[in-house]
């Protein structure tokens, strides 16, 4: 079983009324910074949208922390785990 297909029976409970990961002012910080969140997140959360800005959508999330160790203090104003029964829940490991 390949990781894709351990990934698709994976379920995920979105907390809608409480991100668990914030970002800051991204408009301040430049491309390089940015693009350490787009290449890092394995989960494909971190977009440049047509603008050049930065899109995020927290669901989706695997709570690995990649993006907590890249951008803590710059990108990223909070990270937290979501709150309980919330967030990933991994089937096969
Ligand atoms: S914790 Fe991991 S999967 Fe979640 S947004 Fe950050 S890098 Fe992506």
Redesign the pocket.
């Known amino acids: 079983m390949n990781v894709e297909a351990k990934l698709a029976v994976d379920r995920f409970f979105v907390d809608e009324e409480d991100a668990h ?1 914030k970002l800051g002012d991204v408009s301040t910080l430049d491309r390089a910074t940015l693009e350490l ?1 787009v290449r ?7 977009r440049f949208n047509d603008q050049g800005g930065l899109d ?1 959508d ?1 669901a ?9 160790v ?1 951008a803590h203090g710059t990108a990223i104003a909070s ?1 937290e785990y979501p709150r309980g029964e919330m967030g990933i829940e991994y089937r096969r490991g």
Not at 40 to 46: H, Q, V
Not at 60 to 68: D, H, I, K, L, P
Request: aromatic share 28%.
């Open positions: 990961i969140l890092g997140c394995p989960a494909g959360l971190y995020f927290y989706g999330c695997f709570e690995c922390g990649t993006c907590y890249l990270w």
